[in-house]
């Protein structure tokens, strides 16, 4: 069967829109790892979710850093949650917005951090323009991949599952919202390789601008 073209596309934030270098540079401080950091968080998280169970992002991302850098002041620690403030977009995260919004396709924003604190990077980095809406898991009560936040997500825009579209680099987010009924889109650039065991997607690409393309092409 054809998967149709989505109306409205939803991207997610940390690491698909927004780089984390900051948070690399001061983790790096630390002798903390981002990718271990990172995990750790998204652990977390993800068994949060599982046993029922919702914290918001700063309060898991400050528990894994604690947990890592036990030894380090607050203050340090406090540097390394700021550095989320002030994440850098990715050069290929404006033409694709773009190009959708100038295709008639409404964008918003699905986040397992902070609904204000993505508000803000979007609006730092110009690219509030681009954005409709910004929905951040809070109200959903369970972070992505759960089926829960995508749902939620369908229901706040009156769509369809299969009417709505969602972009990632994590392929654990892409399989999220496919289990949900969402069209997919993956962006190889940070994960390369996308793991047998997970939904495929419906659309993949080297950078967002491909992705956006692929869905764009699928029929209306």
């Not at 540097?79 to 008639?104: K, N, Y």
């Not at 080297?206 to 869905?215: I, P, R, T, W």
Request: charged content about 20%; glycine content about 8%.
């Amino acid at each position: 069967m054809s998967v149709r073209r989505p109306s409205i596309v939803a991207f997610d934030v940390i690491e698909t829109l927004f780089s984390l270098a900051p948070v690399a540079d001061e983790l790096a401080r630390l002798d903390v790892g981002l990718d271990l950091f990172f995990a750790r968080v998204l652990r977390d998280g993800f068994a949060l979710a599982a046993s029922g169970t919702y914290r918001p992002f700063g309060e898991v991302a400050s528990a894994a850093l604690a947990g890592l850098a036990p030894h380090t002041s607050t203050e340090a620690r406090d540097h390394v949650l700021a550095a989320f403030r002030r994440l850098p977009a990715h050069p290929d995260a404006e033409p694709a917005l773009r190009s959708l919004v100038e295709a008639d396709v409404a964008v918003v924003a699905l986040t397992n951090g902070s609904a204000d604190t993505t508000s803000e990077l979007l609006a730092q980095a110009g690219l509030d323009r681009y954005i409709a809406r910004v929905v951040g898991v809070e109200d959903a009560g369970a972070w992505k991949p759960t089926p829960t936040p995508y749902r939620h997500l369908v229901e706040l825009l009156h769509r369809e599952p299969g009417d709505v579209g969602f972009v990632a680099v994590h392929a654990w987010d892409i399989h999220g919202a496919s289990r949900a009924g969402l069209v997919t889109g993956w962006c190889s650039r940070l994960e390369h390789h996308y793991p047998a065991i997970f939904d495929r997607p419906d659309v993949s690409a080297d950078d967002l601008g491909g992705v956006a393309a692929g869905l764009l092409a699928r029929m209306a």
